[in-house]
């Protein structure tokens, strides 16, 4: 979400200036450096947590919302008649392609759901915007390497929304983790239960809705008749569109899942699962799914179960560090320890302090203001790492089989789960 030809010439410069001398060289592309400019950003994809994301943004005092953009026009006129109640005033675009060609975006929000991140990620970085993109990062392995090279080619700076890792009592926990102080660990359990899920009942297909662009929502997903199931929130539980709970929750918890062991690619991969607690209702992915992760010295064990809230350690979501000295439990409320007996100390419940998301906003656009990468709280980079562990997993599951991840040829070695690497593209999109 920059400015277009100026912002690359310094993106891919080497030379290194100081921002007083960018500002003079270049007044406008700087803008934000100055007291009386602001950085211009836009969103798209602003019915859920798009639309969450460019509130956490709008935040920061150094940042002025410029333009809006919704397939659904719906949406996008009641989105604008709240800013408007705000005394902002934006433009609004129903096709995002408009919107990035516009020069008076700087920053772009990708809200959009997960089947369309990877494509308005790199047309965004290809149109010279910074980026705050949506989690899961892409929909597929091989839409995340392709994200990853597009941002390393256009050196633009994008943040993923995994939130939590700007949060000080995560990062407290993992630093106790890391201490040693809970012995080896040799199993780490994630999960997410989600009492408030309940059943999809199916409905029959219906025309579409007026002022929605239908064939724009779908993009490279296959076409098919609309279906209020498929739409808006719930597009998540199909695979044409998302990953369901595993890329949902999953990519939050197992993030810290990996953080905490200092972990990346697994050896195997494992699941079991279905759709157990409503097996007639209209979804498609797992209700319920366990899943094993095989690591040299310990397994990560990822469990997500809808309808009920009785998850491990009596929290509905979290990460549980199983050592030799004691269990360090941690969610988005905060992190506690419980000692074997007699080996270590427990630690009492240490609660969370402050707003992930408004902190992840900040963070970005402090790195968007120095043009610094590397003080993105979830780069580009972690955000790939996370979404393709989730994909394994996921993987795993539509196969039925134990899976063995090979890093030199990034692959699996075996035809069906090879397949799934790569999302499937129609309508004449291809992963660019």
């Known amino acids: 979400m920059m400015h277009s030809s100026r912002r690359k010439f310094i993106k891919n410069s080497t030379t290194v200036v100081s921002i007083a001398g960018l500002t003079a060289m270049f007044p406008k592309l700087y803008a934000a450096a100055g007291a009386d400019k602001k950085i211009r950003v836009a969103a798209i994809g602003i019915n859920g947590m798009g639309w969450a994301d460019l509130n956490a943004i709008l935040k920061h005092p150094d940042v002025l919302c410029t333009a809006l953009c919704d397939v659904d026009d719906n949406v996008l006129q009641k989105r604008i008649k709240e800013l408007e109640g705000r005394g902002i005033k934006v433009k609004g675009f129903n096709d995002y392609r408009d919107l990035l060609k516009s020069k008076d975006v700087d920053v772009v929000v990708v809200g959009t759901p997960d089947h369309w991140h990877c494509l308005q990620m790199i047309e965004a970085c290809q149109a010279g915007k910074d980026v705050y993109v949506e989690k899961p990062l892409g929909n597929s392995i091989a839409e995340c390497r ?18 939590q890792r700007s949060q000080q009592h995560f ?87 990996l953080l905490g062991m200092k972990a990346s690619t697994p050896i195997s991969i494992m699941a079991s699962g279905g759709k157990f607690a409503y097996p007639q209702d209209a979804a498609e992915t797992p209700d319920t799914l366990t899943t094993v992760y095989e690591f040299e010295g310990f397994n990560i064990q990822w ?26 439990v941690l969610n988005r409320s905060g992190w506690e320890v419980i000692p074997e007996k007699g080996r270590m100390d427990g630690v009492a419940f240490q609660k969370s302090v402050d707003d992930g998301l408004d902190l992840h906003a900040a963070n970005f656009i402090e790195a968007v203001k120095s043009r610094d990468s590397s003080a993105l709280n979830c780069s580009v980079q972690a955000g790939a790492d996370i979404a393709i562990f989730a994909q394994m997993g996921n993987i795993a599951y539509r196969t039925g089989k134990k899976i063995y991840w090979n890093q030199d040829t990034g692959s699996f070695g075996a035809e069906d789960a090879d ?14």
């Open 419 to 432: 397949q799934l690497i790569s999302a499937s593209y129609h309508n004449g999109y291809q992963l660019i």
């Open 303 to 328: 469990e997500h179960a809808t309808g009920i809230d009785g998850g491990p350690y009596g929290k509905n979501h979290g990460v549980a560090f199983i050592g030799n000295n004691g269990t360090l």
């Open 146 to 163: 392709s994200m990853v090279a597009a941002v390393k080619k256009s050196k633009s700076i994008v943040q993923v929304g995994q939130w």
């Open 171 to 257: 990062r407290d926990a993992i630093a106790f983790v890391h201490s040693g102080k809970l012995g080896k660990v040799r199993l780490v359990k994630a999960w997410a239960y989600q009492g408030w899920m309940k059943s999809i009942p199916v409905k029959p297909d219906a025309p579409v809705p007026a002022g929605v662009n239908y064939d724009l929502w779908l993009g490279p997903a296959k076409k098919q008749p609309f279906n209020p199931n498929r739409f808006h929130f719930d597009f998540r539980w199909y695979w044409d569109y998302a990953g369901g709970l595993m890329t949902d929750w999953g990519v939050h918890m197992l993030d810290y899942a």
